[in-house]
């Protein structure tokens, strides 16, 4: 079946240019995360939606990141005014809860480079 | 001290060696376990769940102790695409925790 998508695959943008990410889950996972990897870096959590709300958002590294789920499945992640060190792969993950028990699919990531 | 901790690495390793990842986790409450791969420049991929009684799925063997909370992966008869990042990751539902990795090196 269809895993998680991601699009664009890559980006290249100007500083202070605006970015929106998208990420398709699989149909029906109820959870849907995304994270930052930065080049030989682990991966760096920034918010989690359980259906369309976000209650940890606690990762998002500045008010210039944002991030929407609508009709419990795509989700964008958007970043305002970027900065350089914003380059990174964003990665999309996401799960289907069952009681206690969740595993995480990923998405191929979007590489965003910020000039 | 952080939540998910792994050996640091690298591990560089012969073929045919047998080699073993350790990683240990602050929230006792955790509830599911996992190691994931990560190829270079790739997204992570799930490698297999830990479950409390140990699991084995072909060369690959992985163990839990909650009482310690640690987690552990023992690759036998490694081959070169073994070569990856190991993943440790802890979840309580909502609350995914990765570690930073393990690179392991397979060479002829």
């Known amino acids: 079946g269809a895993g998680v998508s991601q699009s664009p695959s890559n980006k290249v943008t100007e500083k202070g240019k605006d970015v929106e990410l998208r990420c398709d889950p699989i149909?029906?996972?109820?959870?849907l995360y995304w994270y930052r990897q930065s080049l030989g870096q682990g991966l760096e959590f920034l918010i989690y939606?359980?259906?369309?709300?976000?209650?940890?958002k606690s990762g998002l590294p500045s008010d210039r990141f944002s991030a929407e789920r609508t009709g419990g499945s795509v989700s964008t992640l958007t970043i305002q005014r970027t900065q350089q060190e914003d380059s990174a792969v964003y990665l999309c993950?996401?799960?289907?809860?069952?009681?206690?028990?969740?595993?995480?699919?990923f998405g191929p990531g979007t590489r965003l480079l910020v000039l | 001290r952080k939540e998910v901790e792994q050996d640091p690495g690298p591990f560089n390793v012969p073929e045919g060696a047998t080699v073993a990842f350790n990683c240990t986790y602050s929230?006792?409450?955790?509830?599911?376990f996992f190691w994931y791969r990560q190829d270079c420049r790739k997204e992570p991929k799930l490698l297999m769940s830990?479950?409390?009684s140990g699991n084995e799925d072909g060369r690959f063997t992985a163990q839990l102790n909650r009482a310690s909370q640690y987690i552990s992966l023992l690759i036998r008869d490694s081959k070169l695409s073994d070569s990856a990042t190991y993943l440790c990751?802890?979840?309580?539902?909502?609350?995914?925790?990765f570690g930073a990795g393990t690179r392991l090196t397979v060479k002829p």
């Open positions: 830990v479950y409390s």
């Open positions: 993950a996401s799960s289907l809860v069952s009681g206690n028990q969740e595993t995480q699919y």
């Open positions: 990751v802890v979840n309580y539902v909502g609350d995914m925790r």
């Open positions: 939606f359980q259906g369309n709300s976000a209650p940890d």
């Open positions: 929230n006792s409450a955790s509830q599911s």
């Open positions: 149909s029906g996972h109820t959870a």
